[in-house]
């Protein structure tokens, strides 16, 4: 079977860092960890687990689907909204900020 290309979609990476402060790793315990429905998102970490400076600083990938890029955006910018991360300083706001941004649009 060949493959069919339907639609558009969009990833970002959420990584427990600190934009403010170059991107510098953010560690701590994952004290509130949650996740929207209704977008894939992979991931291998979950409340109360440790992030270290010893392992990759990525949370998880969001990835939001749409017939097309305009609705794949807006579906991406519902579930980084709808994302819940608390004990470590993490790149969301960033995200948030990008997929709004105009020029992203």
Do not use: Q
């Not at 069919?4 to 960890?33: K, M, N, Q, W």
């Not at 991406?76 to 790149?91: C, I, Q, Y």
Request: hydrophobic share 45%.
């Amino acid at each position: 079977l060949e493959p069919r290309i339907a639609g558009h979609a969009i990833e970002v990476r959420l990584y427990a860092e600190d934009p403010a402060r170059d991107f510098a790793p953010s560690v701590g315990t994952l004290r509130h960890l949650a996740f929207p429905e209704r977008v894939r998102v992979d991931t291998g970490v979950r409340a109360g687990d440790a992030v270290s400076v010893n392992y990759d600083p990525m949370l998880a990938k969001i990835i939001a689907h749409g017939a097309d890029r305009e609705e794949a955006r807006k579906r991406l910018l519902r579930a980084l909204h709808a994302t819940e991360v608390a004990g470590v300083r993490t790149n969301l706001p960033l995200l948030r900020a990008i997929v709004a941004h105009p020029g992203f649009a």
